[in-house]
């Protein structure tokens, strides 16, 4: 199957996948992300998926829809995935549109979903960064 | 001052950013990748960077050299960086070259990385998976 390229890198830490957003997903793209994001929770046996979404400026209703299929393929393929980092803006359009984006996890930004999926830094966190 | 835009999401985890490069990283995109990850350095008052290559099949001399400069950058601005992931036949390959990436720090896999920079994870490491 000729399939597009993903432009969003999928990383794997441990059990869990990492990857983010950026503001230009187009249909096509969303598409072969959702391809590559289930192929690799089953190639590299993943617990848990995270996805940063800290860069989208605006997520349409076929984004939300997109972030609802693979939080369930994820789920039907035994990972917990969360969406980490949304923006003030994004959640206030999102909830007036009524896309409440039903089943998915959140977290307020990549740091906690990494801790709530099993990782934690031994560091001190940054106290007053942006 | 226009600049490209970036088409690989730097994720910041606690004070350590994390990103992937893929294999279409031309000369524009490697520009900007290095911009914008000095920027979110000196923004997001990293300590650490993890640059993971386990996507990369190619690296040239070009890839190289962005790969030594963002180190140098990196450790100006008091940051450590290190580089994950690479496939047996890169390192081979470079060092048949002579292109050894020296002053890089590397670890074999993302997740190791991520231990040297101060982040574990509480669950046991897979085993056997690829």
């Known amino acids: 199957m000729d399939r597009p390229a ?21 249909d096509r ?3 072969a992300f959702s391809l590559e994001l289930t192929e690799r929770i089953a190639d590299d046996r993943a617990r848990g998926v995270l996805i940063d979404i800290s ?3 605006i997520i349409d ?6 972030l609802m299929e693979v939080t369930a393929m994820a789920r039907l393929m035994g990972a917990r995935l969360i969406v ?3 923006r003030p803006a994004v959640a206030v359009t999102l ?4 896309l409440e984006l039903t089943g ?20 001190q966190p940054l106290k007053g960064a942006l």
Do not use: C, K, N, Y
């Open 84 to 86: 980490a980092g949304m």
């Open 95 to 98: 909830v007036e549109l009524g």
């Open 6 to 26: 993903v432009a969003v890198p999928i990383l794997r830490l441990g059990d869990v996948l990492v990857t983010g957003l950026l503001d230009d997903l187009d």
């Open 29 to 31: 793209s969303a598409v």
């Open 55 to 57: 860069r989208l400026e």
């Open 104 to 123: 998915i996890e959140t977290a307020v930004h990549a740091e906690q979903a990494m801790t709530m999926l099993g990782w934690r830094s031994s560091q």
């Open 61 to 66: 209703s076929f984004a939300a829809r997109t």
